[in-house]
């Protein structure tokens, strides 16, 4: 039979309500003014497919439902819950008190290169992703506990705020694992 791709019915998926019900990961993710709704559904389908717990919505991001969410999410913005905050710095507030690490998606002057950092199990994280032309808002930046950065090695100094998070969410599932979630192996 040879490597014959598997059916959808074959993959053993989880529905919207099964998602919700398995254990936390301990990993959000929270998105500062990402304007572009293609943006936002595809953080959604790569928060459903590394089982983020929640996806926070800030500043002028678009906000479910809306059908071009839903046409690049495929309805993972019905599995993934979101909640929105009008200011980032609000969410990051509302995390920190809640013991997360706050971590921004950013280049800076002491950033952590990814490939260098391994997730502690221990901690619970919110990952920050910025604006596609402006990046992470300095003030929260400034509030993040530190900031990690993806290696390039091209001329381009940024990459699309989608493949970030999907890139970093992979790093996380891999380094940090999603424990006891009684799901296939990919």
Known sequence: ???????????????????????ESGIVIVLDNVRSAHNVGSAFRSSDSFKVDKVFLCGICPVPPSPEIHKTALGAEISVPCEYFQDTADAVSELKAEGYKI??????????????????????????????????????????????????????HSLNVSVSVGIVLWHFVSGYGVPDLHMKPI
Request: aromatic share 8%.
């Open 1 to 23: 039979m040879g490597n014959r791709k598997l059916l959808n019915i074959e993959l053993d998926r989880v529905t919207s309500d099964e998602y919700r019900e398995l254990p």
């Open 103 to 156: 971590v921004s998606v950013e280049q800076t002057v002491a950033s952590v290169r990814l490939d260098a950092f391994v997730p502690d199990r221990t901690e619970k994280y919110a990952l920050i992703f910025g604006n596609e032309v402006s990046g992470v808002r300095q003030d929260v930046v400034d509030a993040s506990d530190f900031s990690l950065e993806i290696p390039q090695y091209g001329t381009k």
